[in-house]
Nanobody, 119 residues
Framework: VQVAESGGGLVQAGGSLRLSCAASGLTFGSYTMGWYRQAPGKTRELVARSTHAGDTNYADSVKGRFTITRDNTKNTVYLQMNSLKPEDTAVYYC??????????????WGQGTQVTVSS
């Protein structure tokens, strides 16, 4: 399984970015796909998640500003980030997660993409 993020960069506060995450080597539609972020000196946190059933959830800090979508025909998940704030600055990671019935979670991570929001 391979997971690869793209689309990070430098943006001014109030601006927008769209991150993409392409996955291969898996049955994409069966996986929960999530976006996480880690700022310097902080622990990695969940930003948004899209389950195989089509449910989505978001961290409170990004609700109303970020939107996660997935295209199962392209094995890709997106994170549209609007109204960006300096506190959104972090390395953003994509993860593919699945738990077989009766088994443990299998988690596959991308290498991360840097998002920097200037004030």
């Amino acid at each position: 399984v391979q997971v690869a993020e793209s689309g990070g960069g430098l943006v001014q506060a109030g601006g927008s970015l769209r991150l993409s995450c392409a996955a291969s080597g898996l049955t994409f539609g069966s996986y929960t796909m999530g976006w996480y972020r880690q700022a310097p000196g902080k622990t990695r946190e969940l930003v948004a998640r899209s389950t195989h059933a089509g449910d989505t959830n978001y961290a409170d800090s990004v609700k109303g500003r970020f939107t996660i979508t997935r295209d199962n025909t392209k094995n890709t998940v997106y994170l549209q980030m609007n109204s960006l704030k300096p506190e959104d600055t972090a390395v953003y990671y994509c993860a593919a997660n699945i738990r077989p019935v009766g088994g443990a979670w299998n988690n596959y991570w991308g290498q991360g993409t840097q998002v920097t929001v200037s004030s």
